[in-house]
């Protein structure tokens, strides 16, 4: 299947006013004609920096799942509640719904989040041309889930107003909310950080790594 895009057709978005033009190839830098903005043909390090937010989230993902989001003192004592124990808690307690939810929103979405954003980075750095619409329906799935995430530390915000609300104790947020928060926003970043006009460079150019593939099987002709 053959796809037409704005580089192959020689056209440029402006990343300011989202201005499509046509590119002029010259020494110096070409200025949108409605904004005056720099354009780029591609977002500059886009591939870079979307690395750099997912290592720096990744990392913060173990600590947001061991470390308390939660501390709780009232006069039968102090407890500390990670993620996962409010899900347990839920789970057993019979209120399975919020229990699913919880699980869905806190652990299970940062971690597709983190492994989608992966994906597409490696395969837009190896140029490939594997499933190219699939990756952008992907994509933009994973922007738009992504505020999602924050649903626990909603919970938490939630809870302290209320508990402190009616005076029946106290109620902090923990450490591994600030690293649960920081995973998210982290990965919102990486996300907007991420270019996926990359996933189209390669199609239909024979210079994707299933061309090279081809061609290194093909063997010499005659």
């Known amino acids: ?21 046509p590119r002029v190839r010259s020494k110096e830098p070409q200025l949108c004609t409605r904004c005056g903005a720099v354009l780029h043909r591609r977002n500059p390090d886009s591939l870079m920096r ?16 061991l470390l308390p989001v939660m501390h709780t003192s009232s006069l039968l004592g102090a407890e500390d509640d990670t993620i996962m124990s409010g899900v347990v808690y839920f789970w057993t307690s ?18 597709l989040k983190l492994t989608v954003l992966a994906l ?12 190219p619409l699939e990756r952008t329906k992907l994509y933009r799935i994973v922007e738009r889930i992504g505020r999602w995430s924050m649903l626990d530390i909603f919970v938490i915000t939630l809870t302290v107003a209320l508990v402190r609300f ?3 104790a106290v109620i902090t947020a923990g450490p591994g909310a600030l690293a ?17 006009r990359l996933i189209w ?13 081809n061609r290194n099987t093909s063997g010499p002709t005659t």
């Open 94 to 111: 019979g209120d399975w719904p919020l229990a699913i939810i919880v699980f869905v929103a806190s652990i299970l979405v940062p971690m």
């Open 201 to 213: 460079d390669d199609v239909d150019t024979g210079t994707g790594d299933a061309a090279r593939a």
């Open 180 to 196: 649960f928060g920081s995973v998210v926003i982290l990965t919102m970043i990486a996300s907007m950080q991420f270019d996926p």
């Open 50 to 65: 979307t690395w750099a937010l997912l290592i720096a989230a990744a990392v913060l993902y173990i600590p947001a799942n």
């Open 166 to 168: 009616k005076s029946l």
């Open 120 to 131: 597409l980075t490696i395969t837009a750095q190896r140029h490939s041309t594997w499933r």
């Open 1 to 21: 299947m053959k796809y037409t895009t704005a580089s192959r057709a020689g056209l440029v978005a402006c990343h300011a006013c989202s201005r499509v033009q």
